[in-house]
């Protein structure tokens, strides 16, 4: 199946490396971080991983969960995680999906129906199409679907500035503009006349265009 930005995350239960869980139950009333990986001991991923376990606070913060997931078995996640400890100075500190069969990256669409029940004997190359980053909101709906070539380790700086977007547009009627980040103006919806928006953003409303009109961020 084709994931599309506002469907439904597919549910599934899976062995991690914190327990068995069912996703959606797992996700709760958070935000979720979806985050896949093509195969262990790859030296990008690495340190991914490691990344994100030092800035999981900050994830915290803005009351998302992490989970990644990598098509090998639990046994070899946890050797792994031994080695991203010793050289990225912090090992995962969140779960870690076990996909052997290759059940979740298809389901997810990573790959294709075709490439058999078994990561045994798969190279990373064979799994390149794993590089996904998923941001699920609590309603269990895709928010943001980014996809990575494996050369390019991933911004999880600029997955954080898209939810904090995201957290943002969904409290306050706006949007947000080119590179913006926390405090910076934003952008009235064309939806709400201008003269309302004046009241309703009592901060001010500068008008560029009639269809283009910034505010303070509200939540500063």
Same mark, same amino acid.
Request: aromatic share 8%; glycine share 6%.
């Given at each position: 199946?084709?994931?599309?930005?506002?469907?439904?995350?597919? *549910?599934? %239960?899976?062995?991690?490396?914190?327990?068995?869980?069912?996703?959606?139950?797992?996700? !709760? #009333? /958070?935000?979720?971080?979806?985050?896949?990986?093509?195969?262990?001991?790859?030296?990008?991923?690495?340190?991914?991983?490691?990344?994100?376990?030092?800035?999981?606070?900050?994830?915290?913060?803005?009351?998302?969960?992490?989970?990644?997931?990598?098509?090998?078995?639990?046994?070899?996640?946890?050797?792994?995680?031994?080695?991203?400890?010793?050289?990225?100075?912090?090992?995962?500190?969140?779960?870690?999906?076990? *996909?052997? %069969?290759?059940?979740?990256?298809?389901?997810?669409?990573?790959?294709?129906?075709?490439? !058999? #029940? /078994?990561?045994?004997?798969?190279?990373?190359?064979?799994?390149?199409?794993?590089?996904?980053?998923?941001?699920?909101?609590?309603?269990?709906?895709?928010?943001?679907?980014?996809?990575?070539?494996?050369?390019?380790?991933?911004?999880?700086?600029?997955?954080?500035?898209?939810?904090?977007?995201?957290?943002?547009?969904?409290?306050?009627?706006?949007?947000?503009?080119?590179?913006?980040?926390?405090?910076?103006?934003?952008?009235?919806?064309?939806?709400?006349?201008?003269?309302?928006?004046?009241?309703?953003?009592?901060? !001010?409303?500068?008008?560029?265009?009639?269809?283009?009109?910034?505010?303070?961020?509200?939540?500063?």
């Amino acid at each position: 199946m084709v994931i599309r930005l506002g469907d439904t995350a597919p *549910d599934f %239960e899976a062995e991690t490396t914190e327990g068995k869980i069912r996703f959606h139950d797992w996700i !709760g #009333d /958070s935000w979720a971080v979806l985050f896949s990986h093509p195969k262990d001991f790859t030296p990008v991923c690495t340190t991914e991983l490691g990344y994100m376990a030092r800035v999981k606070p900050e994830f915290e913060r803005r009351n998302v969960k992490i989970i990644g997931i990598s098509v090998d078995p639990l046994d070899d996640h946890r050797r792994w995680a031994d080695d991203i400890a010793e050289t990225q100075g912090h090992a995962p500190n969140y779960p870690m999906i076990g *996909d052997p %069969e290759l059940k979740i990256a298809k389901l997810y669409d990573m790959l294709p129906a075709s490439a !058999g #029940d /078994s990561a045994s004997g798969r190279t990373p190359m064979d799994n390149a199409t794993v590089r996904n980053v998923f941001v699920i909101g609590p309603d269990k709906k895709v928010k943001l679907v980014l996809v990575y070539p494996m050369s390019t380790g991933r911004n999880f700086d600029e997955v954080l500035r898209v939810i904090d977007s995201m957290q943002l547009t969904a409290k306050y009627s706006v949007s947000t503009p080119a590179n913006w980040n926390r405090g910076d103006d934003v952008i009235v919806l064309p939806s709400i006349p201008t003269a309302e928006a004046r009241e309703r953003f009592t901060k !001010g409303v500068t008008e560029l265009k009639p269809y283009l009109r910034m505010t303070p961020d509200p939540s500063t």
